[in-house]
């Protein structure tokens, strides 16, 4: 059963342009979101997160948004840049709990 | 900060060996650290919650006996493979988190490939 899921495996986007990265969840009981980046042979890097009392969290280049009726997140990049080029996690955990359910990634590529 | 360092980063032993692999958190103490599994083009999967002294928390499907857990200190977690065999090949990784929050986020090391021959 797979609480969170991120239905793209890839993604391809022109750089400078905005990547969308979407995750959606099952499990109603989830508050706290994640969004990890990883490159090849290493461990997975945070990235930003969010709690479910908010619907948006900005850092930089990178926004989460979350819509809780919909059980939906996304993770925004702008401008995109070839570095960001890595697959991306989408992660949940319920409050109080320490265990964080990974989604299965998406691999993004940003084109130079 | 927040560094979790893990070595060794790749092993290539014969099946029958059993193989130890350590995760270290530099700059901060962690009192939980978790072990998870990733096989190629799939997710993270938690296998065990490591706690600094007393038994490791295992998740469903994964064998005790197999993957020895000790957290013997705020600093170390240690995961041993017993035994290994090929289908026990796969990327593990280690992560840590700092303070005791729930919502603070984990800082993962690098990974150890292994790779039973």
Redesign the interface.
Known sequence: DQQVKQNSPSLSVQEGRISILNCDYTNSMFDYFLWYKKYPAEGPTFLISISSIKDKNEDGRFTVFLNKSAKHLSLHIVPSQPGDSAVYFCAASAGGYQKVTFGTGTKLQVIP | GAV?S?HP?WVICKSGTSVKIECRSLDFQAT?M?WYRQFP??????MA?SNEGSKATYEQGVEKDKFLINHASLTLSTLTVTSAHPEDSS?Y???A?VGGG??Q???????T?LSIL
């Open positions: 979790v893990q980063s939980t978790f083009k799939q997710s993270l999967m938690l919650t990327f990784i280690c992560s988190r729930s919502n986020p984990q800082h993962f090391g690098d990974g490939r």
